[in-house]
């Protein structure tokens, strides 16, 4: 729904996932090339192609307008397990195979590539006997992965603003490893520490200003109300097939049939904005998630509820990183000392990472358009009076 608000951001995640595949494999090289660990030619080869197979995979379980339509997915289910079921589903586990018969031919059979490997990877399942394999998942998912290093610049580019760039070169040119219990770990070396800083914030403005912007968060809220008025029993289907049937143009469709009959869908396509009258500010404490519950009931008593809608689902956490933790923590951002080669957290040296730990979780109240004037009157009154 971001493009209802900011017009350019019509682009797609076949992009986004082209462009994952080509910072993993450069982030992969500079790790590699720079760390103690050794690895055969093979190995290299073989685990840029893993990579490079997962980077292209790993958003295709997303349903249309992406995390905006998760909340009706069948019960139990998220985008990753459908992103599972469509790598060994679909005509996609079949090129997988091939180009794993191609690597067990050069290399020999333990460098076969299936599809439950690639899933298994990316889903951080038991690595068995190969360890490095957790080496590799902490380059698509973790808090220094190349999925929200293109996304960052992906998005802010389409979306014509500034808040999500950092330098990503520079980002990976300090990405290296370090051992732990005789396995590869991925770490920053010292350098890296400000522009790993200037990452974390990138991600942290782009969850206020964009995927948060008051407007967007209340198409969100629109088409959760849709989906569950088209869509088979308000859920998505679990069949594979019949979920891959619903892409964003057919939903797009049913709510262009539904808009007569439907207020949610009516105004997702005639874009019918209900303007925000109440918020609390982006990490909101006990005074200020009160005064809103207070001033939200009094406008319910006088207008009645079914005239506003509430938004107090736009939570997260600037980043995962633990506070107080060691280095032996497989969350922890491991920074290593080029001179001495000394291993530390992020933590230990950041004091930004160190101090945002607060949850940006904004609360919203929206109102019909024809209620807003008197609205914001009462409001205004109540507030003379508290």
Not at 35 to 49: L, N, P, R, V
Not at 199 to 214: E, G
Request: charged content about 30%; hydrophobic content about 35%; aromatic content about 12%.
């Amino acid at each position: 729904m971001t493009y209802l608000v900011f017009h350019g951001a019509e682009h797609t995640r076949f992009g986004h996932s082209l462009g994952v595949m080509f910072l993993v494999t450069k982030a992969f090289n500079s790790a590699v090339e720079k760390g103690e660990y050794e690895f055969s030619e093979a190995k290299k080869d073989w685990y840029t192609q893993i990579l490079r197979l997962i980077a292209l995979t790993h958003d295709l379980g997303h349903a249309p307008f992406s995390h905006a339509s998760e909340n009706v997915f069948p019960e139990g289910m998220e985008h990753e397990d459908f992103t599972e079921k469509i790598v060994k589903e679909t005509c996609i586990a079949n090129y997988i195979r091939e180009i794993g018969k191609t690597y067990q031919e050069k290399y020999g059979e333990e460098f076969n590539i299936t599809p439950e490997l690639i899933c298994n990877i990316y889903m951080g399942r038991d690595p068995g006997e190969n360890s490095e394999f957790t080496f590799l998942k902490s380059f698509m998912d973790s808090e220094l992965d190349c999925d929200k290093m293109d996304y960052l610049l992906r998005d802010s580019m389409f979306c014509g603003v500034n808040y999500g760039r950092y330098d990503v070169d520079r980002l990976i040119s300090s990405l290296t490893m370090y051992i732990q219990d005789g396995c590869p770990r991925l770490a920053i070396d010292e350098g890296g520490v400000q522009v790993f800083e200037e990452f974390v914030l990138a991600r942290y403005f782009m969850f206020i200003q964009v995927y948060f912007h008051r407007t967007r968060r209340y198409f969100d809220i629109m088409l959760h109300r849709a989906l569950k008025k088209i869509l088979p029993d308000g859920k998505y289907p679990e069949s594979t097939n019949e979920y891959l049937r619903w892409d964003d143009t057919r939903v797009i469709q049913e709510m262009q049939k539904n808009a007569s009959n439907d207020e949610s869908c009516k105004n997702i396509v005639n874009r019918i904005v209900y303007p925000r009258v109440l918020h609390t500010n982006t990490h909101p404490e006990g005074g200020d998630r009160r005064e809103f519950k207070l001033m939200e009931g009094r406008l319910y008593e006088k207008y009645g509820k079914e005239n506003f809608i509430e938004d107090c689902s736009a939570g997260k956490m600037p980043h995962k990183i633990p506070i107080k933790t060691e280095i032996t923590d497989e969350r922890a951002i491991v920074i290593v000392d080029n001179s001495t080669g000394k291993c530390t957290t992020i933590s230990e040296n950041s004091h930004i990472i160190r101090n945002l730990t607060d949850k940006i979780d904004i609360l919203r109240l929206y109102v019909k358009p024809e209620l807003k004037a008197d609205v914001i009157t009462y409001i205004k009154e109540i507030y003379k009076e508290i």
